[in-house]
């Protein structure tokens, strides 16, 4: 069991490469190995998940501070809804690239994607974090540019911006932090804020949530997710909107749950920005007229709700139970829902081939298998009751108006949390109002052209494509059905992660103050469509034939007449100030430095020819040198040095070693002699040994003083050279 976070992470790496090549020769085999690895992570990271225990791992030193992971409650759980959404979608990867290109570098880069995901929702430290977020940044871009069209480029150019603005804002935030607390272990990070000045952790907060805010989709730096959606394959884009806007969620979470638990100003800062990425991503929504970017700008509305749970947590402080569950309970709902809705979208696109509303028109007439999954992601996303939404928006709306009782308990204004009650709600029947305009017009509707043809159509999905869809729409619907059961367990299981206590009291969803604030939205959401959709936004063309239109004003688009224009404004402001600096480098330092490198290199040319001459003349004194100090030295040991020592010496001869063995030697010799009758020698040893003695010790002498003047005459000339040869 210790080693599951590990395999969650490193076996699709290791499994990316083989992948990619058995793809690019035959896909099928590629798909093969992808089913296979992700079910595997499925279904491991299901069985740690239900093991409950909680598994750690840390690789201390690496990169510096160490990377380290940790499975806990909401850990887990995330790390198991990742896997089994690529499962899912891995299932569906086979019918819908079918005839597309590049499949196995598509498969390649699903697996790495898969691992960095895995790794940023398993981590226990930011640094960690940080590393995984910083990979499937540059994977996930590959998703959005796979179909290499002109508007796939720009959408990709347009997310890798944000996406390294974010991650450099992110570092800057994660060194700062380091700096003011000392630590970026998640288990750290509260007992530091608590000790740390408040004040002096807004400007790290705000920075890493940019960082993380960019990858969810928070306004405003929102701008990616409806362009990088619709452009790319179908169960990427599931798992874009599904499962990395929740990357960033979860290092919001974080943040938010440690650094600042019950700070009011960070509480209220997420919670405006909650209410403008509802509002705005309901309204893109609701005027959009392509199906895909319908569900794009509906993501950015959902995480609006999310952002409102994490700011209502803060604000509520210790008791944030329900704002926590309904969190929690919605980034898994959302997950799901949009795992199904991009996959149904993916299913009109194979057959249709378009995704303009006026053009798949009526397509789903009759198709009752793909009619009742996006039924169910439909009525799920809407909030309608017995459907999963509808228990998280209800836990969301009641920490809501708790929040308010509690302001007016303590006799303090709640008016602009009861005007965010009321968007809550309406933003709640656009939700509706979006859902009813995309269903009505793929599965109720007729095409006034087309409509025989699609009718003629076989099945619109082959048998792994609808295991995929039917169990993501099954799974979906029986958690929606019993929201007291399964939900509510993996909600509380969740709990400790955000440092929120257990509620107090289980809530009962379908009470008639529930059913009514429900009722409330789906009012709203179904007079906004006859009243706005039915009338304004379909409009009949030349023909007579209604047709939608996109009556969004092309002036209010954040990208092209904001970030853009803004981003040409700093590069010819930075050139206004680059280029008197140009000017003074270019006419005055750099001509400088020339003239003095040429004069130098001169000198150093002229040294480089007389250099065979000095060489010479250095030789010849050198070698003059050593023959007059060797022969003075042996002058001098011959004569002067040598009457010393035999004036100082206590034996006739030589030193008292060769005097002694000199000595034994002429007896042992005239001994041996003698025996044998041969007449007595004249050699002296004791003569001989000391005479050999002399020698031997003269002869080390010159070798030392020869070694030790050659040595410095060869250092001598090695520096010279390499002077000579670093100057040119």
């Known amino acids: 069991m210790n080693l599951i976070p590990v395999i969650l992470i490193l076996l699709p790496f290791l499994a990316a490469g083989p992948t990619y090549a058995l793809g690019k020769r035959k896909p099928q085999n590629g798909y093969a190995l992808l089913i296979a690895v992700t079910a595997i992570l499925a279904s491991l990271s299901c069985l740690l998940m239900a093991s409950g225990q909680e598994v750690s791992f840390s ?34 990867t086979p019918e819908y690239m079918a005839h597309g290109h590049r499949q196995g570098r598509y498969c390649l880069f699903t697996l790495l994607t898969q691992g960095a995901t895995v790794g940023v929702f398993l981590s226990d430290d930011l640094i960690t974090a940080f590393v995984f977020f910083e990979i499937l940044s540059f994977t996930s871009y590959c998703w959005v540019t796979h179909e290499e069209t002109p508007g796939a480029m720009r959408a990709g150019q347009t997310y890798l911006a944000i996406a390294i603005l974010g991650g450099m804002a992110m570092l800057m935030g994660l060194m700062l932090l380091k700096m003011r607390i000392g630590s970026l272990r998640y288990d750290d990070l509260i007992h530091a804020a608590q000790s740390a000045d408040r004040g002096s952790l807004y400007l790290p907060g705000a920075l890493i949530l940019a960082g993380f805010g960019a990858k969810a989709g928070m306004f405003p730096l929102h701008v990616w997710l409806p362009k990088a959606h619709p452009v790319a394959p179908a169960p990427a884009s599931a798992l874009l909107s599904g499962i990395l806007t929740k990357v960033g969620i979860f290092g919001i979470l974080v943040i938010s749950s440690r650094l600042f638990l019950g700070d009011l100003v960070w509480g209220n800062l997420l919670l405006a920005l909650g209410l403008v990425n509802m509002l705005l991503g309901a309204l893109l929504a609701l005027f959009s007229v392509d199906l895909k970017r319908t569900l794009a700008c ?305 000198c150093l040319d002229a040294v480089e020819r007389l250099y065979p001459a000095i060489s010479s003349v250095a030789t010849f004194i050198s070698r003059t040198a050593e023959v007059v100090v060797e022969g003075t030295a042996l002058f001098l040991m011959r004569t002067v040095f040598r009457r010393n020592r035999e004036r100082l010496s206590t034996v006739p001869v030589g030193n008292r070693f060769t005097y002694t063995l000199g000595r034994f030697t002429d007896r042992l010799s005239f001994g ?57």
């Open 59 to 92: 690789l201390p030193g690496a990169l510096g501070l160490g990377l380290s992971l940790r499975a806990d409650g909401f850990r887990s759980l995330y790390a198991a809804v990742a896997c089994f959404m690529w499962m899912m979608t891995s299932l569906f």
């Open 298 to 602: 509906s993501s950015m509305s959902q995480i609006g709700f999310i952002l409102l749970g994490i700011g209502l947590q803060g604000l509520l402080g210790e008791h944030n139970a329900l704002a926590a569950q309904g969190t929690v309970l919605h980034m898994l709902n959302h997950s799901l829902i949009k795992l199904l809705l991009f996959m149904c979208a993916g299913v009109v696109y194979l057959n249709v081939h378009r995704l303009n509303l006026n053009d798949v028109r009526g397509f789903g007439r009759g198709k009752r298998g793909l009619m009742a999954c996006f039924l169910i992601g439909a009525a799920s996303i809407s909030g309608i009751p017995l459907f999963s939404g509808y228990a998280s928006k209800t836990l969301l709306h009641e920490s809501l108006l708790e929040y308010v009782a509690h302001l007016e308990h303590l006799g303090m204004s709640a008016f602009a949390y009861q005007a965010a009650e009321w968007l809550f709600v309406i933003t709640g029947g656009l939700t509706f109002s979006y859902m009813l305009k995309l269903f009505i017009a793929v599965f109720v509707l007729k095409h006034p052209t087309r409509q025989e043809e699609f009718d003629k159509m076989g099945r619109s999905m082959r048998p792994m494509s609808g295991i995929a869809l039917g169990g993501s729409a099954l799974f979906l619907f029986l958690i929606g059905l019993y929201p007291e059961g399964i939900p509510t367990r993996l909600a509380n299981l969740s709990l400790p992660f955000l440092h929120a206590h257990a509620p107090e009291h289980a809530v009962r969803y379908l009470t008639g103050a529930n059913l009514l604030g429900a009722a409330k939205s789906l009012f709203i959401g179904a007079a906004l469509y006859l009243l706005v959709v039915r009338k304004w936004l379909v409009k009949p063309d030349e023909t007579g034939i209604p047709r939608y239109v996109d009556r969004w004003p092309v002036w209010l688009d954040a990208e092209e007449k904001l970030y853009r224009p803004l981003l040409a404004s700093l590069v010819k402001l930075g050139t206004l100030v680059s280029a008197p600096l140009d000017w003074f480098m270019d006419r005055l330092v750099f001509p400088f430095l020339q003239k003095t490198t040429a004069a130098l290199a001169v």
């Open 672 to 728: 041996l002699r003698r025996f044998f009758g041969m007449k007595p020698s004249e050699k002296r040893y004791v003569i001989l040994f000391a005479a050999a003695w002399d020698t031997a010790q003269d002869t080390w002498r010159r070798i030392q003083r020869t070694l030790s003047f050659s040595l410095i005459l060869f250092a001598f000339g090695l520096v010279v050279l390499l002077a000579v040869l670093l100057a040119r």
